[in-house]
């Protein structure tokens, strides 16, 4: 593969990650939304920073998967498409602990409602 190529692998896998981050994300807004008392506590446990953060984390993950699957551009079975949207799902869980784990900090804890206490995949803050 030449230079451009590459470059496209990279890029879809880029977005594809976010894809699949943006599934998580949504995931995460259900179960705050079906916890939460109501919209306002909601719209303020969002914390958009982190969030944005979590679709560039995302994005790398799917990003590293589609260089390792990938071998022809013009040839990208769905299968492949999918499995690099979930490596943005699940990748971002692998990549967010290990950054923690590396840094030694802990995620900050908030104990502002029990909707907090209940967002297990921290997906949205």
């Known amino acids: 593969m030449n230079a451009v190529q590459w470059l496209e692998v990279v890029c ?3 977005v594809l990650g976010a894809l699949g981050q943006g599934a998580r994300t949504i995931v995460g807004l259900k179960k705050l939304n079906d916890y939460s008392d109501d919209a306002d506590s909601t719209t303020a446990l969002i914390d958009g920073v982190r969030l944005l953060i979590s679709f560039g984390i995302g994005g790398v993950a799917g990003a590293f998967a589609a260089i390792t699957l990938i071998t ?3 040839k990208v079975p769905s299968e492949q498409l999918f499995a690099i949207a979930a490596s943005g799902y699940a990748g971002a ?3 967010e602990g290990f950054i923690t784990r590396i840094s030694g900090s802990q995620p900050s804890t ?3 409602t029990r ?3 209940v ?3 921290d997906a949205v803050g």
Request: no cysteine; proline share 0%; aromatic share 6%.
């Open 110 to 112: 908030r104990t502002v």
């Open 119 to 121: 967002s297990s995949d």
């Open 93 to 95: 869980d692998f990549i």
């Open 72 to 74: 022809d551009i013009s």
């Open 12 to 14: 879809l896998g880029i």
């Open 115 to 117: 909707a907090t206490a």
